[in-house]
C-alpha cells in the first residue's frame, strides 16, 4: 500500500501544504549554507501524531524521528557527515523558480531489518533532497519483513516528509528473499520500488536520473557525487565502493566486473586470502583506483547506482537469469542488458565508500575519506574518462558456488548472442 498524507487527515493535508509553501522560501537558503534546513520545520512541527506501529510503541518511532531529522542530538547511534559542497554540487539543483514540474531524481531503496541504519541513511537522503529541490525529487522505499520495527519508522516518516514538501512512496511487501528464489525476488523487490515512477510517468522524462541505495552508510555527500560524476563524465550510470569486515574488504565481488570482464579481486575455489589485491589484473584500473579515480567497468553496484530514467523508459527492468544463463545477481544482469542497450559508459567512483554497519561505516569513512575531503584536493581534469565503445568479449561468471567459475560470451542469452 502507498502511503499518502492526503490519507491521514485533512487538517495534515492544511497543515502540510503551509509547511512545504514555508520551506519552498528557504530552499535558496539551504543552498548557500550547504545543509538542509529541515530541523527548523521538523521542530516546529513536531507534534504531528506519532502511533504505536505494529512491532514498536510510539515513543520509540519518535525517538528515530528525532534521531533521523536531528543528527548531532541525536541519543541514538548515528555519526557526523560533512556539510554539503554547495559550490560543487550548484549544478544540480534546479533554477530558482522554474516552473517544470518534471521529476529531476527518483531516489529508491529496499530496506529489511535496517533499524539502527536509518538515523545515518534516511537523514542523509533527507539533506540531499533538500538541497536538490524537494518538489523535483521522489523518494520511493519499499520494506518488507522487518522485526526490528524498520517498518513501523518508514511509516511514520510520511507526515514529516510531506511537510518537508517531499513525494513520499512507502510499501511493504511479503516478498522474502529467504524463503524463495533468491535474485528473482531481489528483482521483483528492486522493480517495486520503481513503481511509483511510472504511475506518475508525465512527470518522467528522459533526464530524470533515478538514484537507487542499498541499506548502506551514506552521506548525504556521497548521494551527491554519485549524481555529480554521472553527469559530469557523461556516464550512463555510476556506482560506489562498498566494504565489510574490521579489515575493509570488498564486499560486492559476485557482481562486480572490471572492463577485462574479470572480478575485482581473485576469490580462487573460495579462498579470501587474495581480496586485498585488488584489480591484480587491470594495470590501469588500478591505478586510478588508488588515485581515487573513476574508472569504467562492465558491471558494478557496490551499495548505490546511479542511472538515467531512459534505458527504464525504454522497458528495461531488473531480472533473474535466462534458462542456460550464468546465474548472476540482478545489478550485474541489469549492467548486462544496459551495454545490450547501448548504455555502456558504466563508472566506479571510489571517491564514495560504503558500509552496512553503522559502526563500520564510521570507519571507512576514516580509512577512506570522507567523500567531500577527498574530491576538495583532486583536480576534477583527472576525473576524465576515455570510454571503451565495447564490452569485454567474455565475463567472469560465478556460479552458485565460489568453487564453480568458468568464463562466458558478456552477452549470452541475449538476442545477438543467439543469433
Not at 22 to 51: C, F, K, M, N, W
Request: aromatic share 12%; hydrophobic share 40%; net charge negative.
Amino acid at each position: 500500500m502507498t502511503l499518502d498524507v492526503k490519507q491521514q487527515g485533512a487538517a495534515n493535508v492544511v497543515w502540510a501544504a503551509e509547511a512545504a509553501e514555508r520551506y519552498s522560501l528557504s530552499t535558496v537558503y539551504a543552498t548557500q549554507r550547504g545543509q538542509g534546513v529541515h530541523d527548523e520545520l521538523y521542530q516546529e512541527h513536531s507534534p504531528i501524531p506519532v502511533l504505536d506501529g505494529d512491532i514498536l510503541p510510539a515513543a520509540n518511532i519518535s525517538a528515530y524521528l528525532n534521531a533521523i531529522f536531528y543528527h548531532q542530538s541525536a541519543e541514538l547511534p548515528s555519526f557526523q557527515c560533512p556539510r554539503i559542497n554547495a559550490t560543487r554540487y550548484n549544478s544540480l539543483v534546479q533554477a530558482q523558480g522554474a516552473s517544470n514540474s518534471s521529476i529531476r531524481y527518483y531516489l529508491a531503496l529496499n530496506l529489511r531489518q535496517n533499524l539502527i541504519l536509518l538515523p545515518r541513511l534516511i537523514g542523509s537522503i533527507i539533506e540531499a533532497i533538500q538541497f536538490l529541490g524537494p518538489r523535483f525529487c521522489m523518494l520511493s522505499i519499499v520494506e518488507g519483513n522487518s522485526p526490528d520495527g524498520t517498518g513501523d519508522v518508514l511509516a511514520a516518516l510520511g507526515s514529516h516528509l510531506e511537510a518537508l514538501g517531499i513525494t513520499y512512496f512507502y510499501q511493504s511487501s511479503p516478498i522474502d528473499p529467504t524463503k524463495s528464489e533468491r535474485i528473482s525476488s531481489l528483482a521483483a523487490l528492486r522493480n517495486l520500488a520503481l513503481e511509483p515512477l511510472f504511475e506518475h510517468r508525465d512527470r518522467i522524462t528522459k533526464d530524470t536520473t533515478i538514484i537507487f541505495l542499498n541499506d548502506v552508510t551514506a552521506c548525504s555527500d556521497d548521494i551527491l557525487e554519485l549524481v555529480y560524476q554521472r553527469k559530469f563524465l557523461g556516464a550512463n550510470m555510476t556506482c560506489a565502493m562498498d566494504w565489510n569486515l574490521e579489515n575493509p574488504r570488498f564486499y560486492d565481488v559476485w557482481i562486480s566486473r572490471d572492463m577485462n570482464g574479470d572480478s575485482f579481486y581473485d576469490v580462487p575455489r573460495g579462498n579470501w586470502e587474495k581480496a586485498s589485491e585488488i584489480f591484480w589484473n587491470a594495470k590501469e584500473t588500478r591505478v586510478r583506483f588508488n588515485a581515487k579515480r573513476p574508472f569504467q567497468v562492465f558491471a558494478c553496484w557496490n551499495g548505490a547506482a546511479v542511472f538515467g530514467a531512459q534505458p527504464i523508459l525504454e522497458d528495461l527492468r531488473f531480472r533473474a537469469p535466462k534458462i542456460n544463463e550464468c546465474p548472476q545477481g540482478e545489478p550485474q544482469l541489469f549492467c548486462k542488458d544496459l551495454w545490450y542497450r547501448g548504455y555502456g559508459k558504466i563508472a566506479v567512483i571510489p571517491s564514495v565508500n560504503f558500509e552496512y554497519k553503522l559502526d563500520m561505516g564510521r570507519k571507512i569513512k576514516e580509512k577512506m575519506g570522507f567523500t567531500s575531503d577527498v574530491v576538495s584536493k583532486q583536480d576534477p581534469a583527472g576525473d576524465f574518462i576515455e570510454w571503451e565503445p565495447d564490452p569485454p568479449a567474455k565475463v567472469k561468471c560465478i556460479a552458485n558456488s565460489w568453487n564453480n567459475q568458468y568464463w562466458v560470451p558478456w552477452n549470452e542469452s541475449l538476442p545477438s548472442h543467439l543469433r
